[in-house]
């Protein structure tokens, strides 16, 4: 048998710490959190992906009472990019999520269906997304999404 150890580098910064391009980024994800159609899970999350050509893209959760109709934040904000600026590559996306009246305190992180929907443009791009997950007081950033997905369909 043959044990593997996969690791994580998380960066952890205030967002005082934060470059004025991520900065706007994140408010622009923060933003988003507020055209959240989410009246089931009352869990709005906003995304915001920065472009190689210095578009902004944002979008949010959008749930359905089928609950497998919806989609994620994550998912509108890249599908729309790529349908409107075909073949550019995607440099950062920033994810935050708000619930009762306030953002999270701690930093949320994609679902599995995401994660792997990410991964699809950072091979169609050829580089890494960097990955910025927003807190109330701190962001994660993620050198690209196999920080969060090391074992993807892919690999296989």
């Given at each position: 048998m043959e044990n593997r150890i996969i690791t994580t580098k998380i960066g952890v910064y205030s967002h005082n710490e934060l470059s004025a391009e991520d900065k706007n980024l994140v408010e622009c994800a923060k933003n988003a959190?507020?055209?959240?159609?989410?009246?089931?899970?009352?869990?709005?999350?906003?995304?915001?992906?920065l472009l190689d050509n210095g578009e902004v893209i944002s979008g949010s959760n959008q749930e359905n009472a089928a609950?497998?109709?919806?989609?994620?934040?994550?998912?509108?904000?890249?599908?729309?990019?790529?349908?409107?600026?075909?073949?550019?590559?995607?440099?950062k996306l920033a994810i935050a999520a708000f619930t009762e009246g306030m953002f999270v305190e701690e930093p949320v992180s994609p679902c599995g269906a995401c994660?792997?929907?990410?991964?699809?443009?950072?091979?169609?791009?050829?580089?890494?997304?960097?990955?910025?997950?927003?807190?109330?007081?701190?962001?994660y950033k993620l050198a690209g999404i196999r920080s969060l997905l090391p074992l993807s369909f892919e690999d296989f």
């Amino acid at each position: 048998m043959e044990n593997r150890i996969i690791t994580t580098k998380i960066g952890v910064y205030s967002h005082n710490e934060l470059s004025a391009e991520d900065k706007n980024l994140v408010e622009c994800a923060k933003n988003a959190t507020a055209t959240s159609y989410s009246p089931y899970s009352k869990f709005q999350v906003g995304a915001a992906l920065l472009l190689d050509n210095g578009e902004v893209i944002s979008g949010s959760n959008q749930e359905n009472a089928a609950f497998p109709s919806g989609t994620c934040a994550e998912r509108t904000t890249i599908f729309y990019a790529s349908a409107r600026y075909p073949g550019v590559r995607f440099r950062k996306l920033a994810i935050a999520a708000f619930t009762e009246g306030m953002f999270v305190e701690e930093p949320v992180s994609p679902c599995g269906a995401c994660r792997q929907a990410i991964l699809e443009y950072e091979k169609l791009g050829g580089e890494p997304i960097e990955i910025l997950l927003v807190g109330r007081d701190k962001v994660y950033k993620l050198a690209g999404i196999r920080s969060l997905l090391p074992l993807s369909f892919e690999d296989f």
